[in-house]
């Protein structure tokens, strides 16, 4: 029997931030999706304004967290200048 994968959160923000992420990891050729604080699979919806959460492959999740860390190192540099 082949094991399956879990999945696992790897980035929890805005509706922008999030879809940022995913096309990170796309580009890295990591499959991932986004969920709602309310849990539906895709992260827009524009009566709720929660946190969107991007999910990936608990198999993917080691690189994907490198890409993740990077992000936000891009970004605390950007705000620092």
Known sequence: MKNQN????????????AGMIE??????EIQSFLRNTIGTAYGFN?????EV???????????A????NEYRDNLKRKSDE
């Open 46 to 50: 524009p009566n709720y304004a929660g």
């Open 23 to 28: 096309s990170l990891l796309q580009n890295a």
């Open 65 to 68: 967290s490198q890409i993740v």
């Open 6 to 17: 879990s999945v696992t959160e790897i980035f929890s923000g805005t509706q922008w931030e």
């Open 53 to 63: 959460k991007v999910m990936v492959s608990s198999e993917d999740f080691e690189i």
